[in-house]
């Protein structure tokens, strides 16, 4: 059992990623706010830039650029896939933006529960 | 030997829609120019797949390799047009351009004005840029990058429209679908760290030798691709987004989300699953019988909720739902009669159900009524726009002689070999409620007084729309050997049967 708890202290970052990809889920599928959801939408997706960017990196290792030493370098690739990740993250985090406030303008609230019951309302006349 | 201009092709067919798409928003204010520049973009990518096909007939289904830039494979980006590929990129050429057809000069109504329209062009041909790039991706993380397009690209069409409901269908499954994106890149995430690859066949080589040191981890990637992709693909307890989003979208969009949008992400879980994580691996994670218990759970709920549906783009929004089923049904055996049927129905079913939305976009503009109840005679006043719902109807019940036969005989096949008989019933039992839900239409359409309004149908361009499609349903029901061999090559690629 010790090894166990050892494992998960020696892997820290991704027990850390594991447990915010989670947080960011439950947000995301909790909260009635648009906002809040967004929000969960970034914590989940950070969580899996830190779990790449964990998987690349190397304690105590050099930056990757060619050199005469023979000292371990990080691995370059995940930090590079993740710029990647955070350019898509952004994208969407301003489309959804976009989106809240076409629908604060049309029902003046950025609650999805009051926006459902506004919508619902509007039908029935 | 190779003419110059075919080496490229399989990433031609990939950025020609791309960098077009990007230049459309800068030519609003000359709508037509657009609109052929659309309609020519389809075209030519309709020539690029049928020239690829040849090519693929020619080499007897050895697919043609593409290495990025010229860097060879595990450390440049290598794309390959193999069978499934290039069936793929047959079935969006075939019906990308139908659709664009549609839409010429018929999207004020439902879109706007003309700046919104040229967006709406862009966000299409990034879409379809995008697909085209998931039928020939052969790269982890290029999946990833390709179905965020996608996705985006999709939310976009569907907030297009401009009922502010449709911005609500658009978030809904803009939130969605990222939580789905995330669960694929913590999953290639997962495959990274084992493997040390993102290229697909050399993570899958050091997958099969080192998948037990960790168990878990590949077992929980396994699982967070399925999910991720479920709920991109409405697989069936996933699908909440899809009604919404897909019946709430210009009929264009809808045409295309339903049609394509949906089959990219299961061609992109077909190919991972089976290319690196391979059937032994499936099977010891009893990964096929969770898609085919999702597949049979999926055609049986998405049939009865579809039945409940009195609005119509509802209705067969949710029989989409329904017929995501019959495709993850077919991944689901695991033999080659199977995979093959599935890649055919999912063929079959873009052309099918894209055909299905356009004539009822074209049926709620020209009559102003949304309801199935409130169809009654418009089978007498629009012949043509009916006529093609109808040979889309038969074709997606599986009467013989419409293409949707041929994919559902080849999953009965496949159901058989695999032993499941309960998929069997299933599949069955999907075609009778598939025409408990579609014939009412059809019957109040033809067999009820006509009432005296002025309906019409819809203009030239969506005609041919119309035409091209029931033309292509019918031909492949009569003439699969084409389509139907390169679906079966691509299942023996898939299921390494040589």
């Known amino acids: 059992m010790t090894t166990f708890l050892e494992k998960l202290l020696i892997n820290y970052p991704y027990v850390i990623s594991v447990i915010l990809f989670f947080i960011g889920t439950l947000i995301i599928l909790t909260q009635s706010n648009l906002f809040k959801k967004l929000l969960g939408i970034n914590v989940m997706e950070t969580a899996t830039f830190l779990m790449f960017i964990a998987a690349g990196n190397i304690r105590g290792g050099a930056v990757p650029i060619l050199s005469d030493t023979n000292a371990p370098y990080i691995n370059p690739l995940p930090s590079a896939l993740m710029l990647t990740g955070i350019v898509v993250s952004i994208s969407v985090t301003a489309f959804a933006l976009a989106l809240i406030l076409r629908l604060y303008r049309e029902y003046g609230t950025v609650d999805a529960n009051e926006i459902a019951r506004l919508r619902n309302g509007g039908m029935e006349k | ?18 960098f077009v798409g990007f230049i459309l928003p800068t ?48 450390w440049g980006i290598r794309i390959i047009a193999d069978n499934l590929g290039v069936l793929f990129l047959l079935v969006i050429a075939i019906v990308g351009l139908p659709i664009a057809l549609y839409t010429k000069g018929n999207l004020r109504e439902e879109v706007g004005g003309r700046s919104r329209t ?8 990034l879409l379809m840029g995008a697909l085209a790039g998931m039928a020939v991706t052969n790269d982890l993380f290029n999946v990833f990058v390709l179905v965020e397009v996608a996705t985006l690209s999709a939310c976009g069409l569907v907030s297009a429209h401009r009922n502010p409901r449709a911005a609500e269908a658009a978030f809904n499954y803009l939130i969605l679908a990222t939580l789905g994106s995330g669960l694929v890149m913590g999953s290639i995430g997962f495959l990274y760290i084992t493997t040390g690859h993102l290229n697909m066949e050399f993570a899958a080589r050091e997958l099969a030798q080192v998948w037990q040191h960790s168990p878990h981890v590949v077992w929980m990637a396994a699982s967070f691709m399925l999910t991720g992709f479920g709920v991109k693909a409405a697989m069936f307890p996933l699908h909440v987004w899809l009604p919404d989003a897909h019946s709430m979208a210009p009929t264009p969009g809808s045409a295309v989300l339903s049609g394509l ?19 032994t691996l499936m099977r010891h994670f009893t990964m096929h019988h969770v898609l085919t218990a999702a597949g049979i759970a999926a055609i049986l709920a998405g049939s009865i909720l579809a039945l409940r549906q009195d609005e119509l783009k509802r209705r067969l929004a949710y029989s989409t739902v329904a017929q995501v089923g019959y495709i993850i049904l077919g991944f689901g055996f695991v033999n080659q009669r199977g995979l093959a049927g599935s890649l055919f129905y999912l063929a079959s079913h873009a052309l099918i159900k894209s055909t299905l939305f356009l004539t009822a976009g074209a049926i709620i503009s020209a009559t102003g009524k949304t309801k199935v109840s409130e169809l009654a005679g418009v089978g007498r006043k629009m012949p043509l726009t009916m006529g093609a719902f109808t040979v889309a109807s038969l074709g997606l019940v599986g009467i013989p002689l419409f293409s949707g036969f041929v994919g559902k005989w080849h999953l009965l096949l496949g159901s058989f070999e695999s032993g499941n008989f309960a998929a069997a019933a299933v599949i069955l039992a999907g075609s009778v409620f598939c025409a408990a839900y579609l014939f009412p239409i059809l019957r109040n359409a033809y067999f009820q007084e006509t009432p005296g309004e002025n309906w019409q149908d819809p203009g030239m361009a969506q005609r041919a729309a119309f035409v091209l499609l029931s033309a292509a349903i019918i031909f492949f029901g009569i003439l699969p050997t084409p389509l139907l061999t390169l679906a079966q090559r691509a299942a023996a690629d898939l299921l390494f049967l040589q």
């Open chain 2, 261 to 279: 949008a949906v089959k990219g992400y299961l061609i992109c879980l077909l190919k991972i699953l089976y290319n690196v994580f391979g059937q």
């Open chain 2, 118 to 125: 040229a967006r709406f062009y862009a966000l299409y041909l």
């Open chain 2, 27 to 74: 030519l609003a204010r000359r709508l037509r120019l657009v609109e052929n520049l659309v309609i020519a973009v389809e075209v030519i990518s309709f020539v690029m797949a049928a020239a690829l096909a040849v090519l693929l007939f020619k080499q007897n289904g050895s697919p043609i390799p593409y290495a990025m830039g010229g860097w060879p494979a595990p």
């Open chain 2, 1 to 18: 030997m190779m003419t110059s201009w075919t080496t490229h092709l399989p990433v031609f067919v990939v950025i020609l829609p791309l």
